[in-house]
Each structure stands twice: as structure tokens, then as C-alpha cells.
């Protein structure tokens, strides 16, 4: 489904190695979202990232490059918890933060000495990684370019995110200097960031001196952050005064019950229409996040969604199902109930259902899926719910159209 999103991004993973790789090595990069990927280029190294659903054809990528004399090396998240699956398609595996293990790698690769596994070690700081190098995509078919990280990690503990599984419940910020050096990369000609932080809102000391600094650029930006962040009226203030445009916000669910099974405890049901009016009437958009599939949900749980979103005006939705990735505790419970249905990655995309769900069989929870989706990107949802006034329609407008798009073309 991802493919077929209107709306596309690159990824930073790859793009930000390619910035810290020795001088004298001849770097390109390929993203097969947007283009195809030249097999006979003559590569020597070649390095592939994969989330867990793509996996399978990062494989294929690999297979075919290794049968002509290329070596390649695999990281990612998903090979971080599968390295001997991903070893059987490469000739090494990199296991965890690839920053300070990739230069290292390289020279181990010219000196023909390519070791099996690089592990990253404990959790490194993450000041001083130069900016992505974003001139090295060739694709035209990115939104824009313009992503900054500049923290990594979120301080809570979810039981479904991969984002802690991988980073130990850390959250470490980059220096302000850094994060400058980029803001005054992108600054010409540019009107929009989009912070790719998981939670900008991890570190109230750094989210102030964050939004401060950006007082003194003229960016647009949106971000992600949790419900906490509307209870900041100081911080609210600084995100109007510069001109955050929208935030994607994990609600995840309407039951309390179901937040506690997901270890979700901060987030609370009855504050979630004043964490939304709040932001509204600072002229911040919100993209509400919901996971569907928990064993405290049931039939009923996508009208209570669709009304509650209807009645908050949410600007935008990401409807997901859950899904136990590798890694997570979510996962181990899962496996050791007996009720992973396959592991066939190429499905745990969040848009199929990969267990056997409590309160619903595995059609009812896909068929309801698809219905909000639907649903919430038709014509009368989005004329009840996005109002032409607040300044925020000028992003989540034509996300909206772009989804609707994407929605009605769907099908399994």
C-alpha cells in the first residue's frame, strides 16, 4: 500500500550514512520507491536498509547484486532482530546504530576483511553526525527533501513500538549547532521541515531551545510528539509562534483498558479532546494515530473512532493494524501464545493482520481496516472535519485528497 502513498519522503537511514563515508569512496544511492535500481551499475560495496515488510525484497536486491561479484551488507531494524536470516543473503550484517560502525566497515571491505557482524556498541551520542546527504537522491518523486532527526529515541516503553525495541528507551538530542548547520542547509528557497523525530516533545529543555532557535527561520514545520505536548501552554505558544503546521499525535485508543495492555499509561481517553482543542487553537493541525487489533478492541471500536474523529474535527488519520514486529514484547507475547499467524514480512506492514485477533476473526479486523480508512478520507468526512480557516489546511488538505486517492484504489 506504502508504494502508492502520493505523499513520499527518503529515507534518512541511508542518506545520512552516505554523509560520514571516507573521502575517496564514490557513494550513489537508490530508492526503489522512486525509481529502479540499476543492477549492473558496477558496485563494489552495496549497503541496503530494510524495515521488516520489505525485507523479503531486500533480499532479492541482495541475492542479485552478490551473483555479480558485488559484497553487500544489511542493517536496518529488521535485520538488528533477524541477523541470521539476513545473513543468509549477505555477506555481512549490521546489527544496531550503523554511524559509528560504517566508516570502520568500509575500511575493513578495501582491506578484503569484511567480518560477518558489526554490532553496534551500547547507544551512542549523536552529536557531530554531519547532514544527510539529500543531493544524492536522483528521484524526483519526494515531496520534499527537507527532513532534519534531531533527537533519537522516545522516553516511554510501549509494548507495539519498535522505535524503543531498538533503542533501549533512550532519548538523546542533538546539539543545537548541529541541527543549525542543517536549518541553514535547507534554507533556500525552502518553506517546509518536517522533523522526523519520533517525539520532539521527549526533552522539554531541548523542545524549548528547539522551537526557540526556529524563531529565527522563516520554515514551516511538522513533527511528531505525544499527547503531553498540548499540555505545554508555553511551549504551545512557541510552536504557533513558529508556524508549526500540523503534529502526529498516538492516541492508539479509545479504551483505557486497551492502553494499559499496551504499556500506553501517559496517554489518558477523557484529556484526549482538550489535547486536541488545544493544539487547534494554536493553529496546529493533528494526524490522530490509532492501532487497531489489541485484544480489548472489538467490532465497535472503528465507529467510536470515526465518531470521536468526526466530533474533534482530526485533520488527518493513520489507521494502522497492530503488528507483533520482531523485536517487541508485543511480538513475544504473541509467539508464545501460539497465535502469529505466519512470518511472511512482506505482510507486517501494519495494513494486514499477521495474529489471531481476540474479539474479532482476522476478516472482521482487515474489513473494518479498510472501512475507516475509507471512511475517514471520503468527501462528506472531510467536509465535516477540516475546517477552511485554521492555517494547518494548507498541509492537511491536500494530504487528505492524496489519501482519499489511496483509499479508493486499495484492496487486498
Sequence with gaps: ?????????PYMGVTTLAAIVPPGVEVSIADENVEAIDFDEGADLVGIS????????????????RKRGAKVAIGGVHATWMPEEAGEHADCVVIGEAEAIWPRLI???????????YRASGYPPIGGIPPARMDLLRGRGYLFKNLIQTTRGCPHDCDFCSVTALFGKTYRCRPLEDIEAELKAVRGGAKFVFFVDDNIYGNRS?????????????FKWVSQASVKFADDPELLKLARETRCHGLLIGFESLSEEGLAAMNKRHNRVEKYKDVIKSLHDHGIGVHGAFIFGHDEDTKGSFDAVMEFSHKTRLDGGLFSLLTPYPGTRVF???KA???LLHTDWRKYDMAHVVFRPKNMSVEELEDGYLRINREFYSWPSMLRRLPALRRSIFVFGPM?????????????
Excluded: C, Q
Excluded at 500500500?1 to 519522503?9: E, I, L, Q
Excluded at 531541548?206 to 522563516?218: F, G, I, M, N, T
Design 332 to 334: 513475544e507475547k504473541m
Design 1 to 9: 500500500m506504502w508504494s502508492r502513498f502520493v505523499f513520499r519522503f
Design 206 to 218: 531541548h523542545a524549548k531551545s528547539l522551537l526557540e532557535l526556529l524563531k529565527r527561520y522563516p
Design 400 to 412: 487528505n485528497i492524496g489519501l482519499r486517492r489511496l483509499w479508493r484504489g486499495y484492496s487486498y
Design 337 to 339: 501464545e501460539g497465535r
Design 107 to 117: 575500511e575493513d571491505f578495501k582491506a578484503g576483511a569484511l567480518k560477518p557482524r
Design 50 to 65: 530494510a524495515l521488516t515488510p520489505l525485507a523479503p525484497r531486500g533480499y532479492e536486491i541482495a541475492d542479485a547484486f
